[in-house]
């Protein structure tokens, strides 16, 4: 539960007819609940933790396509991610410590629920899925910021912070995600 620089958190479950993994729970730094992170936010905490070893699945909703059909989400694309690389950049500028995150993951198209010629706009919908995960990541860490816990273990990168300068970050740089993408078939 605990990690050196790192605010706890705990798996969160559901018991239904199964018991079911429906993501973490992120605890601050006396080891009260502080919010809950669904699969999706728990798979790009493990990404930004640099714990993401094997192979995760991400599923994205791609902007400018149908929302619905039938019953079914229509505008969502699956990718399978694995050599994830995040690397962590650490600054101190304006009295506050700034993060340059950068992550590369290598993916493969798993699942597409629109019409879309992946071999002459590969480029474009590669470019629509970075940006989608980007956002992604950027939502979360405004969510860690907004409860005051540092699930990512960024005080143990710089020996200088301690848990109250968490309200200070600032996030610089970009998210480069995926750095190539191809189709299953």
């Known amino acids: 539960m605990y990690e050196k620089g790192e605010t706890p958190s705990i798996s969160e479950i559901k018991k239904d ?18 919010v809950s992170l669904d699969m999706q936010e728990t798979i790009i905490l493990h990404i930004l933790q640099q714990n993401a ?16 059909r ?6 969502k694309i699956t990718i399978e991610a694995e050599k ?11 009295d506050k410590f700034q993060f340059d995150i950068h992550v590369t993951m290598p993916a493969a198209l798993t699942e597409r629920l629109f019409a879309y010629d992946v071999r002459r706009k590969g480029n474009q ?5 970075s940006e989608q995960a980007q956002k992604q990541i950027k939502s979360l860490i405004k969510k860690i910021q907004k ?3 540092d699930p990512i273990g960024l005080v143990s990168m710089d020996g200088h912070m301690n848990m109250t300068s968490i309200r200070k970050w600032k996030i610089i740089g970009a998210m480069h995600s995926p750095k190539r993408i191809s189709t299953l078939r």
């Open 53 to 68: 070893k094997k192979s995760v699945s991400l599923t994205f909703s791609i902007p400018g396509e149908p929302k619905k």
């Open 125 to 129: 919908l590669e470019n629509m899925i």
């Open 147 to 149: 409860h005051h816990i």
């Open 84 to 94: 994830i690389k995040t690397k962590v950049k650490t600054s101190y500028r304006q």
């Open 17 to 34: 007819y199964e018991v079911k993994l429906t993501g973490s729970t992120q605890l601050d730094h006396t080891g009260k609940y502080a």
């Open 70 to 75: 039938g019953r079914f989400d229509a505008d």
